[in-house]
């Protein structure tokens, strides 16, 4: 571990606006430390956010920006060697650490540490979590990859005993290719789902399988494990846990299940039963103000962990009437002329499928238009073909934007966009492709009728298209 440097040092952030560099980058200055960064995409919200809180961004990566030497180097884990300020690091042997190592050392070291991971609803799980632990006065720090809308933060310095992260699985850093997650001292974890995702670091399911079973071996004895026990590939990875695993879902196997799920206009409401206990007075009924089974499940992992920390029903509901949900997570950006648009970070075939069925059941009966940018590592991939065309089925339409940084991959490996384009018109879908979100906004402009639906997907700022498209419609 590494130690601590002493109040009004000078750490520089290579790879400042990304959110959870730009979170601790905030958590660091206002702990007293001079603070400041670089990065070559400085656009809102995160350079709005450092810039709220006076740190400084330099535009570019240059050996200039270290010219007035840090006492530490924050390294991004989207930089690699051959950058010139990464090179210029190890020249000069600058001490240096990844953002992971950081959370570790000076936030989650010395706290009871909960873990969110999964390779989908990290984010809603976690910052739900987060809000009902600060509703039951535990005064929780936390970590989450988007903004908690409660807290209008992703991250937060809690007094209390308890520190709650997103843990991802993604590698660390150019240095460290291990999971960020094996870096967050688990001693209590929510396991939402495991599937393929991240090609460019994981080479099959089974790869990814090995990641999780690891990080488990972390838990302590006396820990536990909530995990959800109607995925198959969760399931497989608790083969030789060490700890107390309660499992939680829809199905006959699990401890703890959610039954009698009803959608209404303000939300989702559910029944929480323990396994054996039948009786209608064994039962509790919450609510929550998301759509989706999925997220019946988020909320229902949400239950089992608070009720394990001595957080009673009516404070988690309570809670839950309170939770303003995750920016860029089914995020209501408007309504222009009764067109409604939303925006939602689904870049995998799982969450673009859930995420259009759930934006169908809040708005039943009307026409959705999903719009999806494929640019993550695995969706600009034919990998997922068939699972992605299955995905926009419940859509009335698709449009698609190009490849994200097309010329970096080889033909034989790219998504097949017209055939996905071919398969959805054999459904009757109406299916297209545009270059730019230019195009996409002056299709919408030119077809949208008052009552559609547009769904915005993507895993980037997508040309800030949501706004532009409200400005015009």
């Known amino acids: 571990m590494f130690a601590l440097l ?16 730009a979170s601790l980058a905030v958590l660091l200055k206002l702990r007293g430390y001079k603070v400041r960064g670089s990065d070559d995409n400085v656009y809102p919200p995160m350079s709005d956010f450092l810039s709220q809180n006076n740190i400084e961004v330099l535009n570019g990566y240059s050996p200039k920006n270290l010219e007035s030497v840090p006492d530490m180097v924050v390294i991004g884990n989207a930089l690699s060697r051959g950058n010139p300020e990464i090179e210029e690091i190890l020249d000069r042997k600058l001490p240096y650490i990844s953002m992971a190592e950081l959370l570790k050392t000076y936030f989650i070291s010395g706290k009871e540490s909960i873990v969110v991971t999964g390779t989908h609803g990290k984010t809603t799980t976690s910052s739900l979590l987060a809000w009902v632990f600060e509703m039951a006065n535990m005064k929780p720090g936390f970590f989450i990859g988007g903004i908690a809308e409660n807290f209008g933060a992703s991250c937060n310095d809690g007094s209390g005993d308890y520190f709650i992260t997103e843990g991802d699985e993604y590698d660390t850093a150019f240095f460290d290719k291990r999971s960020k997650f094996f870096h967050y001292l688990p001693n209590q974890l929510i396991l939402n789902n495991i599937e393929f995702d991240h090609a460019d670091i994981f080479d099959s ?3 990814i399988k090995k990641t999780f079973r690891l990080m488990l071996r972390l838990i302590p004895s006396n820990g536990l494990i909530v995990a959800n026990g109607d995925d198959k590939n969760v399931l497989n990875v608790l083969d030789k846990t060490f700890s107390k695993v309660i499992k939680f879902g829809f199905s006959k196997g699990c401890d703890i299940k959610a039954e009698n799920i009803k959608t209404f206009d303000f939300g989702t409401t559910f029944e929480v039963v323990e396994k054996d206990h039948r009786k209608s007075k064994d039962k509790q009924k919450f609510t929550i103000n998301l759509f989706g089974s999925y997220n019946v499940l988020n909320a229902l992992g949400v239950i089992v962990l608070s009720r394990h920390n001595g957080i009673s029903d009516k404070k988690i509901q309570d809670a839950f009437d309170s939770f303003k949900s995750v920016r860029r997570r089914q995020e209501f950006r408007g309504e222009t002329n009764g067109i409604t648009v939303y925006d939602d970070f689904a870049h995998h075939p799982t969450a673009i499928r859930k995420t259009i069925s759930a934006i169908k059941q809040k708005h039943p009966g009307r026409r959705l238009i999903a719009v999806f940018e494929p640019r993550s590592n695995t969706s600009v991939l034919n990998m997922h073909l068939k699972s992605l065309i299955k995905s926009f089925l419940e859509a009335d339409e698709v449009i698609l934007n190009k490849l ?3 010329e970096k991959i080889p033909i034989e490996n790219r998504l097949d966009v017209k055939k996905v384009l071919k398969v959805l018109r054999n459904e009757d879908i109406i299916a297209n492709e545009f270059l730019n979100a230019g195009e996409i906004i002056n299709h919408l402009k030119s077809n949208c009728k008052s009552g559609d639906i547009v769904l915005i997907m993507s895993n980037g700022k ?10 015009v419609l």
């Open 6 to 21: 002493s109040k009004n040092k000078i750490i520089h952030f290579s790879g400042i606006c990304g959110t959870g560099m």
């Open 205 to 207: 399911i089974e790869d």
């Open 404 to 406: 994200y940084r097309i």
């Open 462 to 471: 997508f040309e800030n298209i949501h706004q532009r498209l409200l400005e």
